[in-house]
């Protein structure tokens, strides 16, 4: 079974900090997938990566970087947080995007922002 | 990207067959069908996938008309674990191009 690990299940944060979320996937996965969820809103993509080093914005980028520096491991970096990225966070991959594959999902991380 | 429609919330009984229905007008060629079910404080986790017809596993079946406007998820003989949020997504998978809606939230009563 796909594994898609996220460091913190809850992180408490303070206005203004640099806020770092890890996420790890086990299946030599090529996509990886940052998204955030809101009541009311879904899931919204923020970034994705088909390879290492590589990324592409997603619907709502603004606030946010990535890094992907080896293929298994995805970050999500939060430049400045503010108190409106109090969020629940979500990471997923996906084998490739040639294949048909569907995304695995880690379990999130709930951030709040103080 | 094609824009999926589903109802917001359903009820049902232990062991009855759920069906929850959704609209993708917009469906294009290589576009596939995929549904999601995520319970309280957890990640989406994968249920079923279909290009057309009708696909089962251990778990669903998935009903496809010929012309890909909508699809039916069907859930057999339901029990309360299968309570949560079900989520139909339309678009190539692999890629970022699909959009997750707010999903049909299912609450199986006793």
């Known amino acids: 079974d796909v594994k898609v690990t996220q460091s913190s299940r809850y992180l408490v944060k303070r206005t203004g900090e640099k806020v770092f979320l890890e996420c790890v996937q086990d299946m030599d996965h090529e996509n990886m997938f940052w998204y955030r969820q809101d009541p009311g809103l879904g899931l919204r993509l923020i970034y994705f990566?088909?390879?290492?080093?590589?990324?592409e914005k997603g619907d709502i980028p603004e606030g946010y970087s990535v890094s992907r520096e080896k293929k298994e491991r995805f970050s999500l970096i939060l430049e400045s947080a503010s108190t409106n990225q109090t969020s629940m966070y979500l990471c997923?991959?996906?084998?490739?995007?040639?294949?048909?594959?569907?995304?695995?999902f880690g379990d999130g991380t709930r951030l709040s922002i103080l | 990207l094609a824009k999926t429609t589903q109802p917001i919330s359903m009820d049902s009984y232990e062991g009855q067959e759920v069906n929850i229905t959704c609209s993708h007008n917009n469906i294009a060629t290589n576009d596939y069908i995929t549904w999601y079910q995520q319970f309280p404080s957890q990640g989406p986790r994968f249920i079923i996938q279909?290009?057309?017809t009708k696909v089962t596993n251990e778990v669903a079946s998935l009903f496809i008309p010929a012309d890909r406007k909508s699809s039916t998820l069907s859930l057999p003989r339901v029990s309360l674990s299968d309570t949560a949020v079900y989520y139909c997504?339309?678009?190539?998978?692999?890629?970022?191009?699909?959009?997750f809606g707010t999903g049909t939230r299912l609450k199986v009563l006793a």
């Open positions: 997923a991959s996906s084998l490739s995007r040639v294949i048909a594959q569907p995304q695995h």
């Open positions: 279909g290009y057309k």
């Open positions: 997504l339309v678009g190539v998978p692999g890629t970022y191009k699909y959009i």
């Open positions: 990566s088909y390879d290492v080093k590589m990324k």
